[in-house]
């Protein structure tokens, strides 16, 4: 067996159904076809045929489903979803970059290079995408949730058609991530080549779960300013905007690229030290998206805060002379805290948002999985399965928009894996 023809064979994941044609039933099984029980072709997800023989002609080439006038599949794809080929609704033929993923489109249907079936568009261009996470055959893309999208082809009619559909107010030659990421901070444009390393590293994860664009347009976005009262940032109760700090903004950063997303530092109350997370975007962020969790969420948070706090005053309690809120803990107690920095203990809001900025990065979110597994749980929920966990109202949207990020490349169940 060649290389090739292993490929192949391991790569057959075509639909179950049957196939129809000329009065005849063929029975079809992950792609494969049969008439009368012998072998004799295949059909993939998108509707292509190759290596038939028989009732369908004897031809080795890819050829689309169309090629053989009156014959129909009907029956489930590989995902198990609902398949009939060819669909009724005509559409073009061509190339498709949607986020800069290259696509085929044939006859209408949005194919992969594995001949997996993405979705469909028709002649007017709109996408209808096909989900296994939702089980949907039929998103229908529209502004929020539509990615940049470039298609040149025919249409059923074979006129020759070039469309560009670009995100409203986004950088151009920027893929969705980072185009989001800059679209919500003000001053991105000011920012320094380390300050911007930095910003990518805060909101990276939030960006491809599509949760950054859903707070930006329900809560608002950031900004560099000054913060009076020494706060590294703020995010405003009424407008849902948020502020950082300059100096504290570059304290951070400092902080971040020394001792990585953790510090320990001394405080005047010898020999208590305080643990800190450098993450100060991505904690002003965590504010910003409690706003948009279902009050049951809320209400979770707000548990596991007390039953932690409670736990802290016993095993940690704070010296007298101490005026502030944070965890104090004697240094070799910092593997043993019960809060994942110090400035958690001080209120649910700031535990959220610290738990937050912990998730973000790679080596704090592997500490706070061993550490805090129940609200480690309810951040996997947050980016994996939103529906559980943000306000009613807010569930088609986000899970359309990640339907959108998984074909454009942004989102996968392994995006926690990546580099950060
Ligand atoms: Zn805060």
New binding site residues.
């Given amino acids: 067996m060649s290389v090739s023809d292993k490929v192949q064979a391991n790569t057959v994941r075509g639909p179950s159904g049957f196939l129809e044609i000329g009065g005849q039933m063929l029975v079809v099984d992950f792609g494969r076809i049969y008439q009368d029980g012998n072998p004799t072709g295949v059909i993939y997800d998108d509707g292509y045929l190759q290596n038939t023989s028989g009732l369908l002609g004897t031809y080795r080439k890819l050829r689309p489903i169309e090629a053989v006038p009156g014959c129909v599949f009907r029956g489930i794809d590989s995902n198990g979803l609902a398949l009939v080929l060819p669909s009724d609704v005509p559409g073009p033929t061509g190339s498709m970059k949607f986020n800069n993923v290259l696509y085929h489109v044939v006859n209408g249907r949005i194919a992969a290079s594995d001949h997996s079936l993405i979705g469909e568009v028709d002649d007017e261009l709109n996408i209808f995408l096909r989900d296994k996470h939702l089980k949907e055959v039929q998103i229908k893309l529209d502004e929020n949730t539509q990615l940049n999208t470039v298609f040149s082809g025919k249409k059923s009619s074979g006129e020759e058609i070039k469309h560009e559909w670009f995100r409203p107010l986004m950088k151009q030659d920027k893929n969705y991530s980072e185009a989001e990421m800059i679209r919500y901070f003000m001053d991105y444009d000011k920012l320094k080549a380390q300050q911007k390393k930095y910003l990518f590293e805060n909101l990276k994860l939030w960006a491809c779960c599509g949760m950054l664009h859903v707070v930006r347009k329900k809560e608002g976005n950031c900004a560099l300013g000054n913060v009076k009262h020494g706060?590294a940032?703020?995010?405003g109760v009424r407008t849902g905007n948020v502020t950082l700090d300059k100096d504290e903004f570059n304290r951070d950063i400092n902080l971040y690229y020394e001792h990585g997303c953790f510090a320990v530092v001394h405080t005047k109350y010898k020999p208590l030290c305080e643990v800190r997370v450098n993450l100060v975007v991505a904690?002003?962020f965590?504010?910003q998206l409690e706003f948009i969790l279902s009050q049951a969420t809320q209400d979770r948070i707000k548990e596991l805060y007390r039953s932690r706090k409670k736990l802290c005053d016993e095993k940690h309690p704070l010296p007298d002379e101490y005026p502030g809120a944070s965890e104090l803990l004697p240094h070799e107690e910092v593997m043993n805290r019960l809060f994942i920095s110090g400035?958690a203990r001080s209120s649910h809001?700031?535990y959220w948002?610290?738990c937050v900025a912990a998730y973000t990065i790679k080596e704090s979110r592997r500490f706070l999985e061993r550490h805090d597994p129940a609200i480690y749980a309810v951040l996997n929920d947050v980016v994996f399965n939103p529906e559980k966990v943000v306000q009613p109202n807010l569930v088609e949207w986000v899970q359309h928009l990640q339907a959108a990020l998984r074909v454009g490349g942004e989102f996968s169940d392994q995006l926690l894996s990546g580099t950060t």
Avoid: L, N, P, R
Wanted: glycine share 16%.
């Fill in positions: 706060a940032g703020q995010t904690h002003e965590g504010h400035y809001h700031e948002a610290e």
